[in-house]
């Protein structure tokens, strides 16, 4: 559910044909848009980080967003597993927040959300029966030891260094329902843009979520191995080849396990070259 990627293989034989959106999206009156089936995720994510919420990952579900320009919120009702009769879970996440102009062009986006996705008790919802991505679980049982309730606190901040755009952001998560290990955060900073041909952007990012701050299964898939219970840094590069195509690399040096007391590195290289059309 958190990854887009397509592995070739197989001897040649014929490639699988995923359905990645199949939604409705209807423009209310007074700021209210509303989607229904499966769509980009509404929620706003500060610096446009996975700490909660992989890139990769669209909801099933209903969807609310409203905005009057200076405040918003965000309301989204969906299925962990929408299609089983044994784990169905119907889950829930509200944000809300401002949007302001401060002086010298500097623009502030601020705010606050709550989510709820009820898996105690619960098995994995996707992959072998022990896969919880770094979440806690009984092993004799195979299912969930808590809910995540997740208390979201987050900002972004965006101005000018000369002519550049650059930005800093910070995101935080506190799971209500878990006795230990219950936290997470992520701060970053980015410069520049490399939306045009010989232009170069550059940022880092500091995360740290421990095993039970947030629900592994949806959150990042490439940081520390993907899920939870993982910290380090990611270092990011990217470089304008042509107009709507650009070349980046990432590196992420991390560790991860640490609150199951079998911590260990995790480094890994990405390099991607991305077209728009």
Do not use: C
């Amino acid at each position: 559910p958190v990854s887009t990627n397509q592995t070739l293989g197989g001897g040649g034989s014929t490639k699988g044909l995923n359905l990645d959106l199949a939604y409705v999206k209807w423009a209310g009156d007074n700021g209210v848009t509303y989607y229904g089936g499966k769509f980009k995720n509404i929620l706003f994510k500060p610096g446009k980080h996975a700490l909660l919420w992989d890139g990769d990952w669209n909801p099933e579900g209903l969807g609310l967003t409203w905005s009057n320009g200076d405040h918003f919120f965000n309301a989204m009702g969906t299925w962990l597993e929408s299609d089983s009769k044994n784990e169905t879970e119907f889950s829930y996440a509200l944000q809300a927040g401002f949007k302001k102009t401060l002086d010298n062009g500097m623009k502030l986006t601020a705010g606050i959300g709550y989510h709820h996705l009820g898996t105690k008790g619960k098995g994995s919802f996707y992959g072998d029966a022990d896969d919880f991505f770094g979440n806690s679980f009984d092993p004799m049982t195979n299912t969930y030891l808590y809910d995540y309730d997740e208390l979201e606190l987050f900002a972004d901040l965006g101005f000018k260094i000369g002519d550049e755009s650059a930005s800093v952001f910070f995101d935080y998560v506190q799971n209500q329902d878990a006795d230990q290990f219950d936290s997470g955060y992520a701060a970053g900073f980015k410069y520049s843009s490399a939306s045009s041909r010989g232009d170069w952007e550059w940022a880092y990012i500091y995360q740290d979520i421990e095993a039970d701050a947030a629900l592994g299964l949806l959150a990042d898939s490439d940081f520390a191995g993907g899920g939870t219970d993982g910290r380090g840094h990611i270092f990011k590069a990217g470089y304008g080849v042509a107009k709507n195509v650009k070349a980046s690399l990432t590196y992420i040096m991390s560790e991860r396990n640490g609150d199951l007391g079998t911590e260990k590195d995790y480094d890994r290289l990405q390099v991607d070259l991305a077209l728009k059309y």
